[in-house]
Nanobody
C-alpha cells in the first residue's frame, strides 16, 4: 500500500524559497509518473509539476515555469519541489500524488503561505 507524506511547507516572504519533500512508502514508487499539486483556498486542486519515472522528463504549469523545479530520488522513495521567487499567489496546500492523481492516495499536504 503506497502512502505519501508531504513536508517542508511554511511561511515565507515574497521572493523567498522553500523546498518541499514527499516521502513515499512502497516499492513501486520508482515505476510511476509523479506530480506536485496545490489547492488554494476556494479553488480547485491543480497540477503544478510532473516528472517521469526516471526523472528525465519534467513539465510545469505556466504559472510556475522557471521558478519551481521538480525532482525525485527513487533510491530514497522521495519526491521534491524546489520553489524559488515565491509569490503570494503561490499560497496553497501542496500535495504529491501519482500523475494523473488517484483519489485514495491524497495525503494531508503541506501548507505554503507567501506573505510579507
Amino acid at each position: 500500500q503506497v502512502q505519501f507524506v508531504e513536508s517542508g511547507g511554511g511561511l515565507v516572504q515574497p521572493g523567498g524559497s522553500l523546498r518541499l519533500s514527499c516521502a513515499a512508502s512502497g516499492r513501486t514508487f520508482r515505476m510511476f509518473v509523479m506530480g506536485w499539486y496545490r489547492q488554494a483556498q476556494g479553488e480547485q486542486r491543480e497540477l503544478v509539476a510532473g516528472i517521469s519515472p526516471d526523472g528525465s522528463t519534467t513539465n510545469y504549469a505556466d504559472s510556475v515555469k522557471g521558478r519551481f523545479t521538480i525532482s525525485r530520488d527513487n533510491a530514497k522513495n522521495a519526491l521534491y519541489l524546489q520553489m524559488n521567487s515565491l509569490k503570494p499567489e503561490d499560497t496553497a496546500v501542496y500535495y504529491c500524488n501519482f500523475n494523473p492523481p488517484l483519489k485514495p492516495y491524497w495525503g494531508q499536504g503541506t501548507q505554503v503561505t507567501v506573505s510579507s
